[in-house]
């Protein structure tokens, strides 16, 4: 994401980004006791609110907190933060942590007030490079709670860290011999034309983008299935892609230095990239309606 634009929210007000605080207490910042959601903004309309915000609510239930804000608040401070940020295509980023006690012990205190925070960055209207990236392989070393968008990301933060020092966009990761999905990504291969993916479950986040491209594509008449995808299968796939909210969907033409196909994004991910774009389109321009 680029640069954070100046109008934030903190607890309950907006403010300029310099005049932001937090305590030093805050367990987001201690133990990265904190969830977050991006939700991509197109037009200065948010894309896919409902889903953003109902993996917000998952992920606050699986770290036992109680969702802060009601969907319809959610999609007013969403809404502020776009208008008061300029509009356009945006990242809103939302996060809330279990706040600030009065000391540091790992065992979740009663009675604290959450930190919640939002800010917006500008997307380049050229952020996704439809020519193609280059993609690493790594071992997957992170938690085994990975469905839950927590801020603890020390793990992707070096593996993404690894794709960059490679001149790579990502980095694949594997665990036991099988995809799990990328440090900052999730995967889909095409075989034969059939996409597939890795099922839902603790090892990978629910994405939300992958999501739209399964339902998009077969609503196109194309197949998909859902199943681990072996090392072996992910090196020999006709076509691969990267999908984040931030950057749709992206196809990767270079793994480990080896081209991906015949090294160029594939008909498939042609064809799908054509039904997303025009799905955002159809998102409708400008306005914002709380989706309930
Ligand atoms: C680890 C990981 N997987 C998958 C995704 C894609 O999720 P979404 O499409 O909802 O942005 C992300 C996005 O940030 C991510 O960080």
Redesign the pocket.
């Known amino acids: 994401m680029a640069d954070a634009l100046s109008i934030v929210y903190l607890n309950g007000s907006f403010k300029n980004i310099r005049e932001a605080q937090v305590s030093p207490l805050d367990r987001g910042f201690l133990f990265g006791d904190a969830v977050y959601e991006?939700i991509?903004v197109h037009d200065g309309k948010p894309l896919?609110l409902k889903?953003?915000l109902a993996?917000l609510e998952r992920s606050l239930s699986e770290i036992r907190m109680v969702n802060p804000h009601t969907s319809e608040e959610w999609a007013n401070i969403v809404k502020s933060l776009i208008e008061q940020n300029g509009g356009g295509k945006l990242g809103i980023y939302i996060q809330v942590s279990r706040g600030a006690d009065t000391g540091r012990d790992h065992a979740i205190p009663d009675g604290i007030n959450p930190t919640i925070f939002g800010m917006a960055s500008r997307i380049a209207a050229t952020g996704s490079p439809d020519s193609g990236v280059a993609a690493i392989t790594l071992p997957d070393s992170r938690w085994a709670r990975?469905d839950i968008?927590s801020t603890a990301?020390l793990a992707?933060v070096l593996a993404r860290q690894q794709a960059v020092e490679a001149g790579a966009d990502d980095a694949i990761l594997i665990r036991d011999g099988y995809v799990t999905?990328?440090?900052?990504?999730?995967v889909i291969i095409v075989e034969r034309g059939v996409l597939i993916t890795r099922n839902n479950g603790p090892e990978?986040?629910?994405?939300?983008?992958?999501?739209l491209v399964l339902e998009l594509a077969t609503e196109a008449g194309l197949s998909y299935r859902e199943e681990a995808v072996s090392e072996q299968r992910l090196r020999a796939a006709d076509e691969l892609w990267l999908?984040?909210?931030?950057r749709g969907v992206v196809p990767v033409t270079r793994l480990d230095g080896s081209p991906v196909g015949d090294g160029k994004p594939g008909p498939v991910w042609n064809r799908v990239k054509g039904l997303f774009t025009d799905y955002i389109k159809s998102n409708g321009p400008g306005t914002v309606e709380p989706e309930k």
């Open positions: 991006v991509p896919l889903e953003h993996r990975c968008k990301l992707n999905e990328a440090s900052v990504s999730s990978l986040l629910p994405g939300t983008t992958r999501q999908m984040s909210a931030g």
